[in-house]
């Protein structure tokens, strides 16, 4: 007997007018949130120029389909020809029409995603806007005992290099979401597509938020669905962003991408300009950039924590890594498979505390291979404390099941002691966070792991890393006392306390910087009592 379903796609939420309404009164202070505010101060134009982006969004099965943006929203604000309209009847680019009609839920996308004024990539070069159940469509047929799997999406390049999916798939089983991000990875592999997805707002998170080669977005906020994947126990979602649906944060960190792409194309990382816009150096830099929650804790192997990934998006950070410039190693080694990898002594040192690579390691069926990037982390103070940040991002490659395995390891150099590691062998994603790393001579490897039956020999990487300590510098002036301290890394706020005798009761300090020469400067007026600063992340 044979049968036949189709899995039905859906919105994240059922959209209610009055999360539309709070939604534009808290554009603002998300935009200051994410970095977004702090960018535009310190960059000019840095907006998703010459981008292309998609926005596939689920219609409620009304007829016409309800799916589209309206260009003319309040919170869209976007000239109508920036848009066209892809169903199975069609492609069209006026509005309204006669292939769909307004989603509030889209509209609502849009002003997260590049809606005036408060979007985050505001100046794209286009958007195309699909009914998602032309995009992407999974049918289901049963063979007597045998069940089959078809995952249909575009024939060719749409090229869009972001595609933004504000919704997830109703009751996946574990085959049906391995035939879902097979079908994703390998689009994205072909075309160096960045699909951004929706994790869902309840329960584990789902396809396409689980696709190897795209970002998986939780909210922070919100109940958002949470890691592992259901298949293999992969680190999902990636990041999250501050909105109170998964469906709201997800254009968030799509305006993000499209924004370091831009940044990339134009030269802000350097002379390279094709490296920053590959979708792997694009993942990497999202989430080496994000801030940490205080609650943010991982379970090793496991690269990442399951609710919140990397954490919460910061795109000043991500830019201000991208534009710390590309950095090569500085030495590769060989050692026999699975042996020690100490430092290898080389004398060479990677000229910058903040930046990214873009490379090729190659293993061999005897050798695992190493490569080396060194770093002098300090900053003239012996008792600083430093944190360290490192994302190794690779692709599951084109029409592949499995993926190599790639590893990331920080050594003390001196010492050769193992500070930190990351060694899953499901993820395509490595991540080491260390908020008290002394001083000091250090080694950041990437680890290919070699043996018999890679996937390939060669495997094609990004990585992002950052090390850092803010020092936090107080003057009086006349009546007054000046905070001051530098604008990158952000994401802190100032704490407050009276007394330095146990127990300590610090108090955030409700006071917006203003940014002079790349500091953050705050004054405040003298008071009687004594009055002890810090500089705190969440």
Same mark, same amino acid.
């Given at each position: 007997m044979n049968k036949a379903r189709c899995l039905r796609i859906i919105r994240v939420l059922l959209f209610l007018l009055g999360v539309l309404q709070a939604g534009l009164t808290a554009r603002s202070s998300s935009l200051d949130a994410i970095g977004v505010t702090l960018l535009r101060?310190?960059?000019t134009n840095v907006d998703g120029t010459g981008i292309r982006v998609a926005q596939p969004e689920a219609d409620s099965g009304a007829s016409p389909p309800d799916f589209e943006v309206n260009p003319a929203d309040i919170a869209v604000q976007q000239p109508a020809g920036l848009f066209s309209y892809i169903t199975s009847s069609g492609t069209t680019n006026n509005f309204p029409n006669f292939l769909g009609s307004d989603s509030p839920h889209a509209d609502e996308v849009a002003s997260n995603f590049y809606g005036l004024p408060f979007g985050i990539a505001t100046n794209l070069a286009h958007v195309d806007?699909?009914? &998602?159940?032309?995009?992407?469509?999974?049918?289901?047929?049963?063979?007597?005992?045998?069940t089959n799997y078809t995952v249909t999406l575009p024939s060719s390049n749409i090229d869009d290099s972001v595609v933004n999916q504000s919704f997830i798939f109703d009751g996946p089983t574990v085959p049906e979401q391995q035939a879902v991000d097979s079908a994703y990875d390998n689009y994205a592999a072909r075309y160096n597509t960045l699909f951004v997805s929706a994790a869902g707002n309840a329960g584990p998170v789902g396809p396409p938020a689980t696709s190897y080669n795209g970002i998986g977005v939780g909210d922070y906020g919100g109940g958002s669905s949470? %890691?592992?994947?259901?298949?293999?126990?992969?680190a999902k979602p990636d990041i999250t962003a501050p909105e109170n649906y998964s469906s709201f944060s997800t254009p968030e960190v799509s305006g993000a991408a499209a924004l370091l792409m831009q940044a990339g194309l134009r030269g802000d990382g350097g002379s390279d300009t094709n490296s920053p816009a590959d979708i792997r150096t694009v993942k990497a830099l999202l989430l080496n950039g994000a801030i940490k929650p205080a609650d943010w804790t991982n379970n090793p192997p496991s690269p990442l924590d399951p609710r919140y990934g990397a %954490?919460?998006?910061?795109?000043?950070n991500s830019y201000k890594q991208l534009t710390g410039g590309k950095h090569g190693f500085i030495v590769a080694t060989a050692v026999p498979l699975g042996n020690p990898h100490p430092p290898a002594g080389a004398g060479g040192t990677i000229g910058a505390l903040s930046g990214w690579d873009f490379n090729t390691i190659t293993s061999s069926a005897t050798s695992d291979e190493i490569n080396h990037y060194y770093f002098n982390v300090?900053?003239?103070?012996?008792?600083?404390?430093?944190? &360290?940040?490192?994302?190794?991002?690779?692709?599951?490659?084109?029409?592949?099941?499995?993926?190599?395995?790639?590893?990331?390891?920080?050594y003390d150099a001196v010492s050769s002691n193992l500070v930190a590691a990351s060694t899953s062998v499901v993820d395509n994603v490595e991540h080491i966070w260390l908020p008290q790393l002394p001083p000091g001579r250090y080694d950041l490897q990437v680890l290919k792991n070699g043996g018999l039956n890679p996937v390939s020999n060669s495997e094609t990487y990004a990585l992002a890393f950052e090390f850092f300590s803010l020092s936090l510098k107080v003057v009086p002036s006349g009546t007054n006392v000046v905070l001051t301290w530098p604008i990158y890394p952000t994401g802190f706020t100032i704490n407050t306390a009276t007394s330095l005798t146990p127990p300590?009761?610090?108090?955030?300090?409700?006071?917006?910087?203003?940014?002079?020469?790349?500091?953050?400067?705050?004054?405040? %007026?003298?008071?009687?009592?004594s009055q002890f600063f810090q500089l705190q992340r969440p």
């Amino acid at each position: 007997m044979n049968k036949a379903r189709c899995l039905r796609i859906i919105r994240v939420l059922l959209f209610l007018l009055g999360v539309l309404q709070a939604g534009l009164t808290a554009r603002s202070s998300s935009l200051d949130a994410i970095g977004v505010t702090l960018l535009r101060t310190v960059t000019t134009n840095v907006d998703g120029t010459g981008i292309r982006v998609a926005q596939p969004e689920a219609d409620s099965g009304a007829s016409p389909p309800d799916f589209e943006v309206n260009p003319a929203d309040i919170a869209v604000q976007q000239p109508a020809g920036l848009f066209s309209y892809i169903t199975s009847s069609g492609t069209t680019n006026n509005f309204p029409n006669f292939l769909g009609s307004d989603s509030p839920h889209a509209d609502e996308v849009a002003s997260n995603f590049y809606g005036l004024p408060f979007g985050i990539a505001t100046n794209l070069a286009h958007v195309d806007n699909y009914d &998602a159940n032309y995009f992407i469509q999974v049918s289901e047929q049963i063979i007597g005992f045998s069940t089959n799997y078809t995952v249909t999406l575009p024939s060719s390049n749409i090229d869009d290099s972001v595609v933004n999916q504000s919704f997830i798939f109703d009751g996946p089983t574990v085959p049906e979401q391995q035939a879902v991000d097979s079908a994703y990875d390998n689009y994205a592999a072909r075309y160096n597509t960045l699909f951004v997805s929706a994790a869902g707002n309840a329960g584990p998170v789902g396809p396409p938020a689980t696709s190897y080669n795209g970002i998986g977005v939780g909210d922070y906020g919100g109940g958002s669905s949470f %890691g592992p994947t259901l298949d293999n126990g992969r680190a999902k979602p990636d990041i999250t962003a501050p909105e109170n649906y998964s469906s709201f944060s997800t254009p968030e960190v799509s305006g993000a991408a499209a924004l370091l792409m831009q940044a990339g194309l134009r030269g802000d990382g350097g002379s390279d300009t094709n490296s920053p816009a590959d979708i792997r150096t694009v993942k990497a830099l999202l989430l080496n950039g994000a801030i940490k929650p205080a609650d943010w804790t991982n379970n090793p192997p496991s690269p990442l924590d399951p609710r919140y990934g990397a %954490g919460v998006l910061n795109v000043f950070n991500s830019y201000k890594q991208l534009t710390g410039g590309k950095h090569g190693f500085i030495v590769a080694t060989a050692v026999p498979l699975g042996n020690p990898h100490p430092p290898a002594g080389a004398g060479g040192t990677i000229g910058a505390l903040s930046g990214w690579d873009f490379n090729t390691i190659t293993s061999s069926a005897t050798s695992d291979e190493i490569n080396h990037y060194y770093f002098n982390v300090t900053n003239g103070s012996s008792n600083a404390a430093f944190t &360290a940040t490192a994302t190794l991002v690779w692709n599951r490659q084109l029409n592949k099941t499995n993926i190599n395995n790639l590893n990331l390891f920080l050594y003390d150099a001196v010492s050769s002691n193992l500070v930190a590691a990351s060694t899953s062998v499901v993820d395509n994603v490595e991540h080491i966070w260390l908020p008290q790393l002394p001083p000091g001579r250090y080694d950041l490897q990437v680890l290919k792991n070699g043996g018999l039956n890679p996937v390939s020999n060669s495997e094609t990487y990004a990585l992002a890393f950052e090390f850092f300590s803010l020092s936090l510098k107080v003057v009086p002036s006349g009546t007054n006392v000046v905070l001051t301290w530098p604008i990158y890394p952000t994401g802190f706020t100032i704490n407050t306390a009276t007394s330095l005798t146990p127990p300590i009761t610090w108090n955030t300090l409700n006071a917006t910087p203003t940014v002079i020469n790349s500091q953050n400067q705050v004054t405040l %007026g003298v008071t009687n009592a004594s009055q002890f600063f810090q500089l705190q992340r969440p």
